[in-house]
């Protein structure tokens, strides 16, 4: 005679263990976020083809821009994170390897985002 | 736990490709793909930073043949994980499951993402030609 009941024995596995609904929310949410982040993106790194440093920081530090630039950065890595996660999860069989995976994946987003977020700070107030 | 031997998703050899399970394995490699083009967005923006000697070598990297070529798949990449991930957000509020729908709106991903790519070259290249 099985005593658990049917929630307490799928509960803690699977995905469900490691948040996976806030993974999930927190997807869609930059994704929405991405959505006109992405379109404003590529049409302002178009219009900077082939610019000079004094144009492109011109750009960067435009009315606007510097806090358009930090939102698409921490959203993309955010969402490429949450992205590469999942794949990690989905792929990557030996739990040893998973792990480390995804430990560098997300310290890695973390570092390229902040990084970028100094560097937009750096073109907008000089030094 | 008995963890181990729970069989694991998505199985990319045991069924043939359709236009939706291509549609969706597309999805995820763009999306990968995309991580490489945030990775080159942060060494544009951070190469701007020390000088325009090595702005200028970035920007000419970037305007290579072989720059090109990669930002001209970041761009349909872009473009199509962001049509496909509206069409996944349909799905999220329960529209568009039905077989016919399924196949129309992958078709309309496609076609503006491939659209939108020759729209941006286009645009891109008249940037470059006027400067």
Known sequence: MEYRSS????RGLGVSKEGGIGHWWMQRLTAVALVPLTLWFVFSAVSMTGTDLIQFKAWVGAYGNPVLLVLFTIAAYHHGQIGMTEVIEDYVHNKTANVIAIVLVK???F?????????????TFGG | MASGKRPLSP????????ITSLLS??????????????????YWI????????????AQSILGSWVGRLVLL????S??????????????????????PRLKITGWLVVLFAGGMTVLTFVAAYAVAGVR
């Open chain 2, 11 to 18: 199985h990319l050899q045991v069924y043939r490709p359709q």
């Open chain 2, 46 to 57: 951070s190469s701007a930073t020390y000088g325009p000697e090595v702005f200028k070598l």
């Open chain 2, 25 to 42: 394995i597309v999805h995820r490699l763009t999306g990968v793909a995309l991580v490489g083009g945030a990775l080159i967005f942060t």
């Open chain 1, 111 to 123: 570092f390229c985002a902040t990084y970028t977020i100094f560097c937009i700070a750096r073109l």
């Open chain 2, 73 to 76: 798949g970041m761009t349909f």
């Open chain 2, 78 to 99: 872009l473009y199509y994980h962001l049509a496909n991930g509206i069409r996944h957000m349909a799905w999220d509020v329960g529209w568009g499951y039905e077989l």
């Open chain 1, 107 to 109: 310290l890695g987003a």
């Open chain 1, 7 to 10: 929630l307490g024995q799928v």
